[in-house]
Structure formats: structure tokens, C-alpha cells
């Protein structure tokens, strides 16, 4: 595809629902992060792939979330029991290598109501 | 831990002048990257200029320059000849080298920039 894509662009949740986010990145990208954006901050880091490993799970807030790449490609991001402060947008974000230019996604916006 | 500081929330400045953001890390590791991101209003996030630490010369890209002061630890970024299309938040990222073993990059908390006609 031209750019990495992300879905849904919004979210809404009731508190303690289990959502579930789609990255397709670029073709061909080794490289795959996950952020949480707050409103107003920068991105903070979650997660990080290579093809299909999961090499960096060191931002992850706590055990609710679940990031998988199975076949080193499409990726998705999973929060379980979601609550409020679980509220922003999510960016996913591909490139070529670790420290080789990163193509953002759109985010997804996600409200937990 | 590593950190990124940018201390300016908010600049504005007139179309076709020269403005400078600021940005200071703080890190004991050699070998590192330095990146300036945009983020227009609504739109995708977008890679302005990236700088390797063991490089001596700035970095540049067209109007965009950056002012690399490694004993400093400072990352401002330079916009020449701004446009409007410049508005929107930039933000200064680190990321240690691709042998550290970690792959986090520490993004700032960001400047938002306003292009005046």
C-alpha cells in the first residue's frame, strides 16, 4: 500500500470491553512500533517488532495489553478490560530498519467511556 | 534513563522569517539518533530530519537545519523562509543505537509552531 493504515480511526468503548486495533504498515517493512498518544504529549512508546518477534514490550502499561504480528506483517493491538485512562490515540508506525525513518499511521482514537 | 526536554510549548512566527526550535536530551550512551517530527493538525506524522550522533556535520534538509552540540546535549531544529504549511507540532525524538539491545525511542513533549501570515 502507499502508507500504513489503521483501523478503526475511532473507538468508542464502555469501560471493562476488550477492543482491538488493526495496523497493516508498509509492504515490506521489518520494522513495526506501537505508541499511545495523550492529548497534548507526544508519543510514548509500547511496543516493538521485528517481522514477526516481539523484541521490546517495555511500554506496555500493564498486563491488559496484547500486541501480536503473527505472520510479520498486519499487527494488532488488544487492550482487555479497557478503562478510562486507557483514552487516546493509538499510532502505529513501520520502517524498513530500527533506525531507518518511521511512517506513521493516521491513529486510532480511542474513548473509554 | 533517557529523556527529551523540549521547553518551548508554544511559537509562532511570520511567514518567510526564521525560527528555532529547541530541544536537549540527556543520555550517557555514544552511539544514538536524533529525529525532528512534524504533526500538521489532523494529518499523519512525518519525519522532518534525522541526525546521527557520530556525525559531526549538522544535518539538513532544504529550509529545515538542525544545530547538533553533542557536548550540550542540545537538538534545536531550524526553519528558514517558514510557510504555512509549516504549522503544526514538531517533536524531538531519541533513540539509542541499534546494538543497545533496546528499541525505545523517547519522543518530547513537543512545540507547537504557528506560521503567521
Known amino acids: 500500500g502507499a502508507g500504513v493504515s489503521q483501523s478503526p480511526r475511532y473507538k468508542v468503548a464502555k469501560r471493562g470491553q476488550d477492543v482491538a486495533l488493526r495496523c497493516d504498515p508498509i509492504s515490506g517493512h521489518v520494522s513495526l512500533f506501537w505508541y499511545q498518544q495523550a492529548l497534548g504529549q507526544g508519543p510514548e512508546f509500547l511496543t516493538y517488532?521485528?517481522?514477526?518477534?516481539?523484541?521490546?514490550k517495555s511500554g506496555l502499561p500493564s498486563d491488559r495489553f496484547f500486541a501480536e504480528r503473527p505472520e510479520g506483517s498486519v499487527s494488532t493491538l488488544k487492550i482487555q478490560r479497557t478503562q478510562q485512562e486507557d483514552s487516546a490515540v493509538y499510532l502505529c508506525?513501520?520502517?524498513?530498519?530500527?533506525?531507518?525513518?518511521?511512517?506513521f499511521g493516521p491513529g486510532t482514537r480511542l474513548t473509554v467511556l | 534513563a533517557q529523556t527529551v526536554t523540549q521547553s518551548q510549548p508554544e511559537m509562532s512566527v511570520q511567514e518567510a522569517e526564521t525560527v528555532t526550535l529547541s530541544c536537549t536530551y540527556d543520555t550517557s550512551e555514544s552511539n544514538y539518533y536524533l529525529f525532528w517530527y512534524k504533526q500538521p493538525p489532523s494529518r499523519q506524522m512525518i519525519l522532518v530530519i534525522r541526525q546521527e550522533a557520530y556525525k559531526q556535520q549538522n544535518a539538513t534538509e532544504n529550509r529545515f537545519s538542525v544545530n547538533f552540540q553533542k557536548a550540550a546535549k542540545s537538538f534545536s531544529l531550524k526553519i528558514s523562509d517558514s510557510q504555512l504549511g509549516d504549522t503544526a507540532m514538531y517533536f524531538c525524538a531519541f533513540m539509542k543505537g541499534a546494538t543497545s539491545g533496546t528499541y525505545k525511542y523517547i519522543f518530547g513533549t513537543g512545540t507547537r509552531l504557528k506560521v503567521l501570515a
Open positions: 508506525a513501520s520502517s524498513w530498519g530500527l533506525t531507518d525513518t518511521q511512517y
Open positions: 517488532f521485528q517481522n514477526e518477534a516481539q523484541l521490546d
